[in-house]
């Protein structure tokens, strides 16, 4: 989903326009910047253990015992 809300600098009005706050005119920012968080880390990082364990359970001769 695309982030369209903008928010102004000056007056920190929230709004949907792209340009300017059209309250004050002001200069508009992402109020909230999307970025990777904590768990899609250990998302990714489960998957790829899931994969080498899948990989380990067919292969016929492990290295390891337990
Ligand atoms: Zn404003």
Redesign the pocket.
């Known amino acids: 989903m695309k982030w369209i809300m903008r928010k102004?600098?000056?007056?920190?009005?929230y709004t949907l326009r792209q340009d300017i706050?059209?309250?004050?005119?002001?200069e508009l920012i992402v109020p909230h910047p999307p970025r990777f968080s904590p768990e899609d880390k250990y998302v990714e990082l489960r998957l790829k253990m899931k994969i080498e364990s899948n990989i380990l359970n067919t292969n016929e001769k492990p290295f390891y015992c337990v």
Request: net charge positive; glycine share 16%.
């Open positions: 102004c600098v000056k007056c920190n009005r706050c059209p309250k004050c005119g002001g």
